[in-house]
């Protein structure tokens, strides 16, 4: 298998590849697949996880951190399936799917994406897929339903983690936009899931674990939640959050 592309646009072919079925318990299967998220550290646990090609019959020809680096090796590799975070420099997952439309409309060799994202908000799940992307999945999902996930999505399923099918169900049955919560709308992507998760109970070191971040940064996105909702602890985040559904 060849190395994947370090979001450089550029994607080298595998050898051999194309010119015989994976070796293992694949069934025959083999899929291309693109990785894009902005923590280096996460795209090295996902690419262990599922792209030992000849086991899984994945293959990761290319990754990516921010919008615009994912926009030219999706272009390059033109992969069967994109896993994409919410949540990245330059736009976010959002961004890329409207600069990649054309790609995912393409009849012969569509480019279909798989949302891969630490958030269950709502607002989150109806974004990307409202965006064109096949199914959304959280990252707490294991290495064999995420395999399974990126071949459901291959073959043009919709793919959702537990619950988050209700989102996307309640929001495409109603004609109604949704109420605009100015107080939420001064918070950044980051800082939302910072909130939901302190709201969660979840201790500071638990949050940077799983944001992949340092316990500073959670305490600075802490402190300027505090301060754009105009509240004074983490008690007082919580009723705010709870009251809001956003827990």
């Known amino acids: 298998m060849s190395e994947p592309t370090e979001a450089n646009g550029t994607a080298e072919a595998a050898p051999g590849a194309g010119s015989a079925e994976p070796a293992g318990g694949t069934g025959g299967r083999h899929v291309r697949v693109v990785l894009v998220d902005d923590h280096r550290m996460f795209r090295t646990g996902?690419?262990?996880?599922?792209?030992?090609t000849a086991q899984t019959g994945v293959e990761v020809v290319g990754e990516a951190a921010d919008v615009d680096q994912a926009v030219t090796v999706i272009t390059a590799t033109?992969?069967?399936?994109?896993l994409l975070d919410v949540h990245l420099p330059g736009g976010g997952g959002v961004?890329?799917?409207r600069r990649c439309a054309p790609l995912m409309g393409d009849t012969e060799q569509p480019v279909r994406f798989l949302a891969l994202s630490v958030s269950d908000a709502a607002e989150d799940v109806i974004g990307v897929i409202r965006g064109g992307?096949?199914?959304?999945?959280?990252?707490?999902?294991?290495?064999?339903?995420?395999?399974?996930?990126?071949?459901?999505?291959?073959?043009?399923?919709?793919v959702f983690s537990p619950r988050l099918a209700g989102?996307?169900?309640?929001?495409?049955?109603?004609?109604?936009?949704?109420?605009?919560?100015?107080?939420l709308d001064r918070l950044t992507q980051r800082e939302r899931e910072v909130l939901r998760l302190i709201a969660r109970g979840y201790a500071y070191k638990e949050i940077a674990k799983q944001l992949f971040i340092s316990v500073k940064t959670v305490?600075?996105?802490?402190?300027?939640?505090?301060?754009?909702?105009?509240l004074s602890n983490r008690h007082e985040l919580t009723r705010?959050?709870?009251?809001?559904?956003?827990v």
């Open 133 to 158: 992307a096949r199914g959304y999945v959280t990252k707490t999902i294991t290495g064999t339903d995420l395999i399974d996930s990126i071949f459901r999505v291959q073959e043009g399923d919709a």
């Open 240 to 246: 705010w959050a709870t009251a809001r559904r956003l």
């Open 46 to 52: 996902v690419q262990a996880e599922i792209g030992q």
């Open 167 to 183: 989102f996307v169900l309640d929001a495409f049955a109603s004609t109604d936009a949704p109420p605009v919560d100015e107080d």
């Open 95 to 97: 961004e890329v799917l």
């Open 219 to 230: 305490e600075s996105h802490v402190s300027a939640v505090l301060r754009k909702l105009q």
């Open 78 to 82: 033109r992969p069967e399936v994109v």
